[in-house]
């Protein structure tokens, strides 16, 4: 894993289909958020390099953290 990134699984379901991905996103603020969730839809070093359509996401997981 490169440095300053943190892995991040998301299982995601559109119209009854589940599909997984894992992503490799910036580190950014991390320690600053208490939720995962709340990391993804806020920091904006996450959110310069990636879109999350969070209506379709089930579950997100972290894989590996800094």
Request: charged letters at 30%; hydrophobic letters at 45%; aromatic letters at 10%.
């Amino acid at each position: 894993m490169a440095a300053g990134k943190i892995a991040v699984r998301f299982l995601f379901v559109d119209q009854g289909v589940y599909r997984d991905e894992t992503m490799e996103l910036p580190e950014g603020e991390f320690d600053r958020y208490d939720r995962l969730i709340d990391w993804l839809r806020e920091d904006s070093a996450v959110l310069s390099v990636a879109h999350f359509d969070l209506d379709r996401v089930c579950s997100v997981s972290l894989v590996s953290a800094p």
